[in-house]
C-alpha cells in the first residue's frame, strides 16, 4: 500500500473550513480517506490520486495547499508558515490603515456631508472595495465555496454582513433618492474595519497555533542533517541522512545526536533519551542495545547498526502520532462541530428577523437602524470561538503530553483517559523491571542430579519459550557457563509452564497448577519452601521429573525505584489501582504490599486478562490497562483506555491508545492529569463560547435600544468577537504551564 499524501493547507480560518477541503479531496477520483488537521493546517490523503491533483482540488475549494514529502523538510513548512503569517499581517494593517481614519473622522464629525460631496464618497467606496478584496478575498472565496456546496459557515457571515455594509452605502452615493433624508448614511468605514479587526484575531490565533506546534518542532529538531558513515575499507565520510540506508554502519561520537534508529555494533557509552521518553538519567548501552534517532551519545564514541531509515524511525512514528493526535478530535469536539454547523444559518435567520423588526417598528431612519443591527449580529455570531474550542486544547494538550513522555494515538483517548476511576497494571515489566533474576535453585527429595546439572536441563528447555521467567533460567546457566544438554522442542502450557523431555526424562516446569493437573504432589517440605520464597516477593518455579518434585526455583523481578511513587499519584488522583499478575496469590500480595496496592488479581492466565478488565467494568467501573507485553494486547484494546510501556512490543503499543515512552508508571499518572486538564480546558472554552455568543447576539441585535438608546456599532462587534478568539487561545495555551502534581 502506497504512502499517504500529505498537503500543508493555507487559507484555514475555522473549523467550518474543514468540511470544504474534506469533500473537495475526497471528490477527487483515486481517493479513499482523507484527514484533515486544522490546527497543524496540513491533510493527510489515502489513494493513488497525484498531489498536482489534490493540490488543484484545494484551490477550486477557495484554499492554498503544498504538498508535504521527502523533499519538504518542516524548515520549508515553517518558513511558509511564516510567509502566510506576514501576508496575513500586511492584509490586517491595510484594512485598519484604510478604515482606522474613516471611524475616528466619522466619530468626530468631520466627515463631508453625502450630498455635499458624493465624488468623494464615490472615491472612498472604490478604495473600500479594493481594500476589501485585497484585505478580505479569502472570506468571500470561502463564502461563495460554502454556498456551492450548499453550507454556511463564519466566512458566509463576514461576507453577508460586510457586503451589505458596502452595497448599502454605494447605493447611497449612487442613487440616495431611493430612501428617505434620514436614511441616507454610508458604513464604508466599517466594512473595512470589520475585515481589518477579523484579519487580526486571525493572526494572533496563528501566531499562537504556531507556539502550540513547539513539541512537534522540537522533535523535527532533533534528527541531524548528516550522519558519519563508515564505509567497507574503514573511512569515514560525511553524508547526507538521506543517504543512509538499513545495514550501513555509523560512527557517533561523544556529544552527537543519533542520527537513526539501530543497534550498538562497537562500543559502550551512556545515551540522553530524555526528549522522546521525558526520562531524565542518561542509559548505559553496550553491543546490541537499541539506539534511537535523535536521542544524544553523551560519553563513548560507538559504531552503530543502521536498522531504520526515514519514516520507519520511532522517531518519524512518534512524529505522526502526534500530528494525527493534534488533528483528531474526542467526542465533545464533534458536538462542538455539529452546533457549529447549525449555528450559522440559525444566525442568518436571527439577522433576517432583527432586520424585519427595525424595519416594521424601529424609529426613523428605519434602513440605517435596520442595516447597522443586521450586520452587528453576522458580525458578533461569528463561531470563530466556537471551533478554535475544541482543537486549540486538543493540540497544547496532546503536544504538553509528548513533552513527558506520553503520546496519545487519537483525541477520543485523551477525553477517555480523564473519566477513568480504574487502572490495571501489569505486573511483570509494569511494576517491576521486567527482568527476573534466578535467586535459589533448591533441590528436594532423592534427586539424584546435581543443582548445575538442574540447571541446565531447566535452560534448555525455557530456551524456547519467551516467558521473561524462562530467560531468567537461561541467564543463569550462562553466567555459570553451563554446557546445555540437547532436548526436543517442548510443549508450551500457556499460563502455567512446559512440558519437555531430557536425557529420556519427561519434565514438568511451571506453576503449581501445570502440577497439579499432572498429579504430582507437593509434600509439606516443598509446600513450606514454596511459601518462603512467595513470602519474599520470589516466583516459584516447579521443576517435577517423571512425575517427581525435585526441585523450586526462586525467581525474583526487582520493582521499579519509582513504582510506589507513581501508584502512590494515582491513588491521590482519585483511583482505584488494581495488579494483575500470573504469579501465587502470596507472591503477588507480597509484591503489592511493597508498592502500597490493595486490590491484586492473581493466578491470572493470558487469556484471561481481558476477562478481569471486563470484571471491573461490570461492576461500573470505567478501565486503564497498563501492559507492556504480547499477552497484554486483548486486555489494552478492551480496556476504555489502554497504556502501553513504549519500552514492550510492538503489539501492545499498537494495541494501546496511549503509549508511554519511558517505562516509569509515573507517565500513567501525567497522562491522566493532562487529559483531565486538557477537558477541562475544553470545557471552559466551549462555555465562554457559548456565553459569549448568547450574550453578544440579543446585544448586537438592540435588545437594550429601548432603555437606553444604544445600538452596538458592526465594527465593535468585530473587535469584540475577535477578542473572544484570542480569550479562547490563550486559556489553551495555559496547558501548557499547568503543574502536574508531584511532577517529575
Given at each position: 500500500m502506497s504512502k499517504p499524501t500529505r498537503l500543508a493547507l493555507r487559507g484555514m480560518t475555522c473549523g467550518a473550513c474543514v468540511a470544504s477541503v474534506e469533500k473537495a479531496l475526497q471528490g477527487v477520483e483515486g481517493v479513499q480517506d482523507v484527514k484533515v488537521n486544522l490546527p497543524d493546517r496540513s491533510a493527510e490523503i489515502e489513494g493513488e490520486a497525484s498531489p498536482q491533483t489534490l493540490v488543484k482540488a484545494v484551490k477550486d475549494a477557495g484554499y492554498g495547499a503544498t504538498p508535504m514529502g521527502a523533499d519538504y523538510g518542516e524548515d520549508e513548512r515553517q518558513a511558509e508558515e511564516a510567509a502566510e503569517l506576514k501576508k496575513v499581517w500586511i492584509k490586517t494593517w491595510v484594512a485598519l490603515a484604510v478604515g482606522?481614519?474613516?471611524?475616528?473622522?466619522?466619530?468626530?464629525?468631520?466627515?463631508?456631508?453625502?450630498?455635499?460631496?458624493?465624488?468623494?464618497?464615490?472615491?472612498?467606496?472604490?478604495?473600500?472595495?479594493?481594500?476589501?478584496?485585497?484585505?478580505?478575498?479569502?472570506?468571500?472565496?470561502?463564502?461563495?465555496?460554502?454556498?456551492?456546496?450548499?453550507?454556511?459557515?463564519?466566512?458566509?457571515?463576514?461576507?453577508?454582513?460586510?457586503?451589505?455594509?458596502?452595497?448599502?452605502?454605494?447605493?447611497?452615493?449612487?442613487?440616495?433618492?431611493?430612501?428617505?433624508?434620514?436614511?441616507?448614511?454610508?458604513?464604508?468605514e466599517a466594512a473595512v474595519f470589520i475585515i481589518g479587526l477579523v484579519n487580526l484575531g486571525?493572526?494572533?490565533?496563528?501566531?499562537?497555533?504556531?507556539?502550540?506546534?513547539?513539541?512537534?518542532?522540537?522533535?523535527?529538531?532533533?534528527?541531524?542533517?548528516?550522519a558519519r558513515l563508515i564505509t567497507p575499507d574503514g573511512e569515514e565520510k560525511e553524508m547526507r541522512l538521506?543517504?543512509?540506508?538499513?545495514?550501513?554502519?555509523?560512527?557517533?561520537?561523544?556529544?552527537?545526536?543519533?542520527?537513526?534508529?539501530?543497534?550498538?555494533?562497537?562500543?559502550?557509552?551512556?545515551?540522553?533519551?530524555?526528549?522522546?521518553?521525558?526520562?531524565?538519567?542518561?542509559?548505559?548501552?553496550?553491543?546490541?542495545?537499541?539506539?534511537?534517532?535523535?536521542?544524544?551519545?553523551?560519553?563513548?564514541?560507538?559504531?552503530?547498526?543502521?536498522?531504520?531509515?526515514?519514516?520507519?524511525?520511532?522517531?518519524?512514528?512518534?512524529?505522526?502520532?502526534?500530528?494525527?493526535?493534534?488533528?483528531?478530535?474526542?467526542?465533545?469536539?464533534?458536538?462542538?462541530?455539529?452546533?457549529?454547523?447549525?449555528?450559522?444559518?440559525?444566525?442568518?435567520?436571527?439577522?433576517?428577523?432583527?432586520?424585519?423588526?427595525?424595519?416594521?417598528?424601529?424609529?426613523?431612519?428605519?434602513?440605517?437602524?435596520?442595516?447597522?443591527?443586521?450586520?452587528?449580529?453576522?458580525?458578533?455570531?461569528?463561531?470563530?470561538?466556537?471551533?478554535?474550542?475544541?482543537?486549540?486544547?486538543?493540540?497544547?494538550?496532546v503536544g504538553r503530553a509528548a513533552g513527558k513522555g506520553v503520546l496519545i494515538r487519537k483525541g477520543d483517548a485523551l477525553q477517555e483517559a480523564s473519566r477513568l476511576d480504574a487502572v490495571i497494571l501489569d505486573k511483570t515489566g509494569t511494576i517491576t523491571e521486567g527482568k527476573p533474576r534466578l535467586v535459589q535453585l533448591q533441590?528436594?527429595?532423592?534427586?539424584?542430579?546435581?543443582?548445575?546439572?538442574?540447571?541446565?536441563?531447566?535452560?534448555?528447555?525455557?530456551?524456547?519459550?519467551?516467558?521473561?521467567?524462562?530467560?531468567?533460567?537461561?541467564?543463569?546457566?550462562?553466567?555459570?557457563?553451563?554446557?546445555?544438554?540437547?532436548?526436543?522442542?517442548?510443549?508450551?502450557?500457556s499460563g502455567q509452564g512446559l512440558k519437555g523431555q531430557v536425557d529420556e526424562a519427561t519434565w514438568l516446569v511451571g506453576n503449581r497448577s501445570l502440577l497439579e493437573e499432572a498429579g504430582v504432589t507437593l509434600d509439606d517440605e516443598a509446600e513450606q519452601l514454596a511459601a518462603e520464597m512467595s513470602d519474599l516477593g520470589q516466583t516459584c518455579i516447579h521443576l517435577a521429573i517423571n512425575g517427581q518434585l525435585v526441585a523450586l526455583a526462586g525467581i525474583a523481578d526487582p520493582i521499579k525505584k519509582d513504582s510506589a511513587a507513581a501508584i502512590q499519584r494515582l491513588q491521590k488522583a482519585g483511583l482505584q489501582v488494581v495488579m494483575?499478575?500470573?504469579?501465587?496469590?502470596?507472591?503477588?500480595?507480597?509484591?503489592?504490599?511493597?508498592?502500597?496496592?490493595?486490590?491484586?488479581?492473581?493466578?491470572?492466565?493470558?487469556?484471561?486478562?481481558?476477562?478481569?478488565?471486563?470484571?471491573?467494568?461490570?461492576?461500573?467501573?470505567?478501565?486503564?490497562?497498563?501492559?507492556?507485553?504480547?499477552?497484554?494486547?486483548?486486555?489494552?484494546?478492551q480496556a476504555q483506555v489502554g497504556f502501553a510501556l513504549g519500552t514492550g512490543t510492538d503489539i501492545a503499543i499498537e494495541s494501546a491508545d496511549l503509549t508511554l515512552m519511558r517505562g516509569s508508571l509515573h507517565g500513567v499518572a501525567d497522562a491522566m492529569l493532562i487529559s483531565r486538564a486538557t477537558v477541562r480546558n475544553i470545557w471552559q472554552n466551549l462555555f465562554g463560547a457559548f456565553i459569549y455568543n448568547s450574550l453578544g447576539i440579543p446585544l448586537a441585535a438592540g435588545v437594550f435600544f429601548p432603555l437606553t438608546g444604544w445600538l452596538l456599532s458592526p465594527a465593535y462587534a468585530a473587535a469584540a468577537m475577535a477578542l473572544s478568539s484570542v480569550t479562547v487561545v490563550s486559556n489553551a495555551n495555559r496547558l501548557r504551564y499547568v503543574k502536574l502534581d508531584e511532577e517529575n
Open positions: 482606522a481614519p474613516q471611524m475616528l473622522l466619522m466619530l468626530t464629525g468631520h466627515l463631508p456631508m453625502l450630498e455635499e460631496a458624493r465624488l468623494l464618497w464615490g472615491g472612498i467606496g472604490l478604495v473600500t472595495l479594493a481594500t476589501m478584496i485585497y484585505a478580505g478575498g479569502h472570506f468571500y472565496t470561502g463564502a461563495w465555496t460554502a454556498l456551492k456546496n450548499r453550507r454556511a459557515n463564519m466566512d458566509s457571515l463576514i461576507a453577508l454582513g460586510t457586503g451589505a455594509a458596502w452595497t448599502y452605502s454605494t447605493l447611497m452615493v449612487l442613487w440616495p433618492e431611493i430612501v428617505p433624508p434620514e436614511s441616507r448614511h454610508v458604513y464604508y486571525q493572526a494572533l490565533e496563528t501566531r499562537a497555533r504556531g507556539q502550540a506546534s513547539q513539541a512537534i518542532r522540537k522533535l523535527m529538531q532533533l534528527q541531524p542533517d548528516t538521506a543517504s543512509i540506508q538499513p545495514s550501513d554502519q555509523l560512527r557517533v561520537r561523544p556529544g552527537e545526536r543519533i542520527p537513526v534508529d539501530g543497534i550498538v555494533a562497537e562500543g559502550e557509552t551512556r545515551v540522553d533519551e530524555s526528549m522522546l521518553t521525558g526520562e531524565p538519567d542518561p542509559v548505559s548501552k553496550k553491543k546490541k542495545d537499541w539506539l534511537s534517532a535523535g536521542t544524544v551519545n553523551q560519553t563513548g564514541s560507538i559504531k552503530m547498526r543502521v536498522r531504520k531509515v526515514g519514516d520507519d524511525t520511532a522517531l518519524a512514528q512518534i512524529i505522526k502520532q502526534v500530528r494525527t493526535a493534534q488533528g483528531s478530535k474526542p467526542a465533545i469536539g464533534r458536538l462542538a462541530d455539529k452546533i457549529s454547523s447549525i449555528f450559522v444559518p440559525i444566525v442568518i435567520l436571527i439577522a433576517l428577523l432583527t432586520a424585519l423588526v427595525w424595519w416594521l417598528v424601529g424609529p426613523e431612519p428605519q434602513s440605517a437602524y435596520m442595516l447597522v443591527a443586521a450586520m452587528a449580529v453576522l458580525v458578533i455570531a461569528c463561531p470563530c470561538a466556537l471551533g478554535l474550542a475544541t482543537p486549540m486544547s486538543i493540540m497544547v494538550g533441590t528436594l527429595g532423592d534427586n539424584k542430579l546435581s543443582e548445575e546439572e538442574l540447571l541446565a536441563g531447566l535452560a534448555s528447555l525455557e530456551q524456547a519459550s519467551e516467558h521473561p521467567l524462562g530467560a531468567a533460567v537461561v541467564a543463569a546457566a550462562k553466567e555459570k557457563k553451563l554446557t546445555l544438554p540437547k532436548t526436543a522442542t517442548p510443549e508450551i502450557i494483575l499478575t500470573g504469579d501465587s496469590r502470596r507472591t503477588a500480595e507480597a509484591v503489592a504490599r511493597q508498592v502500597g496496592i490493595e486490590e491484586v488479581f492473581a493466578e491470572v492466565k493470558p487469556d484471561q486478562k481481558a476477562d478481569k478488565v471486563r470484571e471491573l467494568q461490570q461492576a461500573g467501573h470505567r478501565v486503564g490497562m497498563v501492559g507492556d507485553g504480547i499477552n497484554d494486547a486483548p486486555a489494552l484494546a
